[in-house]
């Protein structure tokens, strides 16, 4: 009976239309570099205010779910991810462009991003409550771990030598220590620029280190874009036959995020990673991973958009923000009278199942849109080249300027834009960088709170059972290469002797 009551309050004509026009929304503001699915969600709150609680939910769920796919597009077409968590996977996506498969790289994309988004949900639906109690043991020791793993996952998968990968994560870490001081709030490397006292920007580095050091190359090397081909067969046609083959990955990818998205302030960024890492660790052609090869595209895509349901999990049960996104969601669902914790379980259950419909339809309707969006993203590839290189370095500016309207962030831009150029022509990988970045920040924060809280101890590191088994997994991470480098070696030389 709850079910049909909350299937009720989605299928109204209104709520649908508002669907309609949120999903479209959501895809537009993706696709541009720059404006990210969290923009996306803090543009659509105004609008939200002059809306019922279901069609607003609706608005936001749906939207968010376009932007993160969206994002993907000009990731896959021009190297230029419209997230972090895009930059797990864009080097292979965008091999497969430069290879006359773009349409391939892109429906991956797609249908493994809808196919873990509604693996998320269905675990939402179901398992919210156990889910979040696992999430709520995590304390500063676990977050630290977790993101040392992601860290260490961003080295080994990146192309090249994991000298290499260390290399341009140490640059992305040394980026994020620009800023305030952490706990002591003194500034570090700011040159008295009140700019830098927030630290870098991710977004305008990130832009900067793919797409402008691409323009940059491009310029040099008048390096010709291909044009777009299907690859043989229809979009989903090929993504069948990448079902069939990896059916397993997909699980695993969708598994993974769920349950990293689950955790509080973890997210899609290091579930994407985590994913990819795992994907090429346990691949049987692992040598392929980078050179243009749909297996990593398709575990840690759908690992990206479980990630997204998954952070629900917490706001939801307890009320506390899985991310940035769901931050935004919990402030609008008290201004609709809806307080996020366990009573709401118990009080609105219509509510909540008809919050569950939405993700369900959010998801099936990016199907047909994102078809229409990749065959209407093909022409881009068509331009000419000396037309779209101006046109996207406007994009850039345009999507550095727009996340402080300052020009400092173009200032920006250009920096890590010759940064990354240069990082690319001694074959230095630029995506630990940017992870490097983005959890320089996360990384500082839990480690210098779990030093307070255990007085200088690292012992404390492992002494909690959840903290212990991600140190010694991370260790194992680290170690296991080595010893096989070692071991491969001693039996080259045993041979030779």
Request: hydrophobic letters at 55%.
């Amino acid at each position: 009976m709850i079910l049909f009551e909350a299937a009720l309050l989605v299928l109204q004509p209104q709520v649908l239309l508002v669907i309609l026009g949120a999903a479209a929304f959501g895809m537009f503001v993706g696709a541009i570099p720059g404006l990210t699915a969290t923009m996306a969600t803090a543009l659509l709150v105004p609008v939200t205010f002059f809306m019922d609680p279901v069609p607003a939910i609706a608005a936001i769920v749906t939207a968010t779910a376009m932007a993160i796919f969206a994002g993907d597009i000009p990731g896959t077409l021009l190297r230029m991810p419209g997230t972090p968590a895009s930059a797990a996977y864009v080097q292979d996506a965008y091999a497969m462009t430069r290879k006359g498969n773009s349409e391939g790289a892109l429906g991956a994309s797609l249908v493994f991003s809808a196919l873990g988004g509604i693996f998320g949900t269905i675990v939402l639906m179901t398992s919210s409550p156990i889910l979040a109690e696992v999430a709520l043991k995590f304390s500063s020791f676990e977050y630290f771990w977790l993101v040392v793993m992601g860290l260490s996952c961003a080295v080994f998968v990146s192309p090249g030598s994991p000298a290499r990968g260390l290399i341009s994560l140490f640059i992305g870490l040394f980026a994020a220590t620009v800023g305030i001081d952490n706990p002591a709030g003194v500034p570090r490397y700011t040159f008295d620029n009140v700019e830098l006292y927030a630290g870098v920007q991710f977004i305008p580095a990130m832009i900067g280190l793919f797409a402008v050091s691409e323009i940059l190359r491009s310029v040099l090397n008048r390096t010709e874009i291909p044009a777009v081909n299907s690859g043989g067969g229809g979009i989903f046609a090929q993504q069948f036959q990448n079902f069939v083959k990896y059916p397993f990955q997909v699980i695993r990818g969708s598994a993974l995020g769920t349950a990293i998205g689950a955790l509080p302030g973890a997210g899609a960024d290091i579930a994407a990673w985590i994913s990819y890492a795992v994907s090429k660790k346990f691949s049987k052609t692992p040598e392929k991973f980078g050179t243009g090869h749909v297996e990593g595209l398709v575990e840690s895509g759908a690992s990206n958009n479980a990630a997204m349901s998954g952070a629900w999990i917490p706001a939801l049960v307890f009320g506390i923000p899985g991310d940035s996104i769901t931050a935004i969601v919990i402030g609008v669902l008290y201004i609709k009278g809806i307080n996020p914790g366990p009573t709401v379980f118990i009080n609105e259950p219509q509510m909540i199942y008809a919050v569950f419909f939405t993700f369900l339809l959010a998801n099936l309707i990016m199907l047909p849109l994102g078809w229409l969006a990749i065959k209407g993203a093909g022409t881009i590839l068509s331009i000419p080249q000396r037309t779209l290189m101006p046109i996207i370095l406007l994009f850039c500016i345009v999507g550095s300027f727009a996340i402080n309207n300052s020009p400092f962030g173009i200032w920006l831009m250009l920096i890590f834009g010759i940064v990354g150029f240069l990082m690319e022509e001694n074959d230095i990988p630029i995506a630990p960088a940017i992870l490097g970045l983005v959890l320089g920040p996360m990384l500082e924060q839990n480690f210098v709170t779990s030093m307070i809280k255990s007085q200088d101890s690292f012992i404390a590191f492992f002494e909690r059972p959840i903290a212990a088994g991600l140190g010694v997994a991370t260790i194992a991470i680290w170690c296991i290469p080595l010893l096989l480098m070692l071991f491969a070696r001693r039996g080259g030389g045993a041979r030779t002797s």
